[in-house]
């Protein structure tokens, strides 16, 4: 008898522990801060490493360098794929997200944006987008970009002509999406919320600002844009 109930007992055990050993998948940003292991995967030795070497790495791209430790924060999170973690991974088994990280070295304030790709190796790979605190998404930071360049290359040259010819132009930060409207309540609209954002380039030294609207396509799902550059 001792011997069933032991044999029952482990077999409940077991169906009960079942649950909390499989693998968690998180395929909405707000499922990524309630995942304890996701959490504790971002609060860890092998994450934070990889989040100081990449941001010396942008550092040093621009000519700076900070030999004191950083102090790192990450502020938002955004999905890109769904991202899995098994019970006893140490990191992320695969998918994609983004981190807006603020961080402080060296009596520089900053904020960056990076984004992991699980799955390709045994760490999740960082890949540098744009600075700051613009609320687009790594694709839509691509598509901008090439033409955001150009009219920050053409607001500098109405300060400086040299800047037209300047094939090293940086962006160095992004605004806060202001709000200018929503238009998804109104029948038959096409177009939903529409905001702007400010993006601060260097241009061969001298610097500029574009002005970028943005507005939801409630058609395609996606989002158009358009350049200001006064």
């Known amino acids: 008898m001792r011997l069933l109930i032991a044999a029952l007992c482990t077999l409940f055990a077991c169906v ?23 959490v504790a995967y ?22 700076q360098t900070c030999a004191e430790p950083h102090q790192i924060r990450v502020i938002a999170l955004g999905l890109v794929r769904p991202v899995a973690i098994g019970p006893n991974s140490p990191t992320p088994n695969g998918g994609a997200w983004t981190e807006k990280i603020s961080a402080q070295r060296c009596g520089r304030s900053s904020v960056v944006n990076i ?30 970009l090439t033409l955001a360049i150009s009219g920050a290359v053409l607001v500098a040259s109405k300060q400086q002509p040299a800047a037209k010819d300047c094939k090293q132009t940086r962006i160095i ?50 989002t158009n844009f358009a350049i200001s550059a006064n």
């Not at 070497?53 to 791209?61: F, L, V, Y």
């Open 42 to 63: 971002l609060r860890g030795t092998i994450h934070s490493k990889v989040v100081i070497d990449t941001i010396a790495a942008m550092d040093s791209r621009s000519g």
């Open 16 to 38: 009960w522990l079942a649950p909390h050993a499989r693998a968690q998948t998180m395929t909405t940003p707000e499922e990524l801060p309630r995942s304890q292991a996701f």
């Open 115 to 144: 984004m992991f790709v699980a799955g390709e190796g045994p760490v999740p790979r960082p890949v540098e987008l744009l600075p700051g605190m613009t609320s687009a998404s790594p694709q839509l930071m691509r598509d901008v």
């Open 173 to 222: 930060d992004t605004s806060a999406p202001t709000v200018t409207g929503d238009k998804r309540a109104e029948p038959g609209s096409i177009i939903g919320q529409t905001w702007f954002e400010t993006w601060t380039f260097d241009v061969c030294g001298t610097p500029a600002v574009v002005k970028i609207n943005f507005s939801e396509n409630l058609r395609t799902k996606g």
